[in-house]
């Protein structure tokens, strides 16, 4: 397994697209997994911090509203 950006022995896989990433490109930022509307209403989200990141792929910082399917 390599890093998709240095071709070097990759230790990670990126949270979100599944890229291999080595400990020079590795980065992190917060994982959303689930939004739910709390008591009074308030959206609130369950988040992992630092999960692994490549870099490259742009993970929305919050989930997008799905277009109703008719
Ligand atoms: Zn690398
Ligand atoms: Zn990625």
């Given at each position: 397994?390599?890093?998709?950006?240095?071709?070097?022995?990759?230790?990670?896989?990126?949270?979100w697209?599944?890229?291999?990433?080595?400990?020079?490109?590795?980065?992190?930022?917060?994982?959303?997994?689930?939004?739910?509307?709390?008591?009074?209403?308030?959206?609130?989200?369950?988040?992992?911090?630092?999960?692994?990141?490549?870099?490259t792929?742009?993970?929305?910082?919050?989930?997008?509203?799905?277009?109703?399917?008719?």
């Amino acid at each position: 397994m390599k890093c998709v950006h240095c071709g070097k022995e990759a230790v990670a896989i990126c949270r979100w697209c599944g890229r291999a990433v080595c400990t020079d490109h590795i980065k992190s930022m917060t994982y959303i997994i689930s939004v739910y509307v709390g008591g009074k209403k308030v959206p609130k989200s369950l988040v992992v911090a630092d999960a692994v990141w490549c870099g490259t792929c742009k993970p929305q910082p919050e989930p997008i509203e799905m277009p109703y399917l008719d």
